[in-house]
């Protein structure tokens, strides 16, 4: 079964960064596409960033311009650096991945103090 580890989450204030890794192990099929979704409470869960195999990006409004994503295919590792956090990213990070089908990491927090 697919697995996802994902690390570093934290607390920083706001205006600080932090760089969020995603790593996929037990898969056997080509990975389409990695990237990063977040759910803060109360809200449903939302697009951050994604890149596809062939290096296509997306991001959400919010977040363009101060987050960056970019994935290591020889490695099937993704990552998300946060530069410019405000109070309003505070939400668990989901690791996601499509291949034949989609694929979630546990989560980790990201908390933004003001």
């Known amino acids: 079964q697919v697995q996802l580890v994902e690390s570093g989450g934290g607390l920083v204030q706001t205006g600080g960064s932090l760089r969020l890794s995603c790593a996929a192990s037990r898969i056997k099929s080509r990975i389409n596409k990695m990237g990063w979704y977040r759910q803060a409470p109360g809200k449903q869960r939302e697009l951050v960033a994604t890149?596809?195999?062939?290096?296509?990006?997306d991001y959400a409004d919010s977040v363009k311009g101060r987050f960056t994503v970019s994935r290591d295919n020889a490695k099937n590792t993704v990552f998300l650096e946060m530069n410019s956090l405000k109070p309003e990213d505070t939400a668990v990070y989901y690791c996601?991945?499509?291949?034949?089908?989609?694929?979630w990491g546990q989560g980790t927090q990201v908390t933004v103090s003001s």
């Open positions: 890149i596809a195999r062939g290096g296509d990006i």
């Open positions: 996601y991945l499509r291949s034949f089908a989609d694929y």
